[in-house]
């Protein structure tokens, strides 16, 4: 039973980037999921959730307008569509899930399950 992230990178500003959480073990159908990030030196942050059962999503104020989250069920997968990314976005990039709902999800982080990271840096 795990999460895998991935499709992290260097990544210009302005460009796009898609990261993905593949679960495998379990189904994702289950569970509300969430993308977090971390930058050294500062706390954990819940970038954006998805709901298993009505799609409604949640976004920090930071990214919104410019990630989307979204998930594939056939894949058992999700994804962070990274557009017009800033320098400020550089962070490592986790998912994790849990069975609360999408806002509980992205602004306390409850679950003690995550799966590793992937690095994403955004420079010119």
């Known amino acids: 039973v795990q999460l895998q992230a991935s499709g992290g990178g260097l990544v210009q500003p302005g460009g796009s980037l898609r990261l993905s959480c593949a679960a495998s073990?379990?189904?994702?159908?289950?569970?509300?999921i969430g993308w977090f990030r971390q930058a050294p030196g500062k706390e954990r942050e819940g970038v954006s959730c998805?709901?298993?059962?009505?799609?409604?999503?949640y976004y920090a104020a930071s990214v919104k307008g410019r990630f989307t989250i979204s998930r594939d069920s056939a894949k058992n997968t999700v994804y962070l569509q990274m557009n017009s990314p800033k320098p400020e976005d550089t962070a490592v990039y986790s998912c994790?899930?849990?069975?609360?709902?999408?806002?509980?999800?992205?602004?306390?982080?409850?679950?003690?399950?995550w799966g590793k990271g992937t690095q994403v840096t955004v420079s010119s």
């Open positions: 998805i709901s298993s059962s009505d799609g409604s999503t």
């Open positions: 994790t899930v849990d069975q609360v709902s999408v806002e509980t999800l992205c602004r306390f982080a409850p679950s003690d399950f």
């Open positions: 073990g379990f189904s994702l159908d289950d569970y509300a």
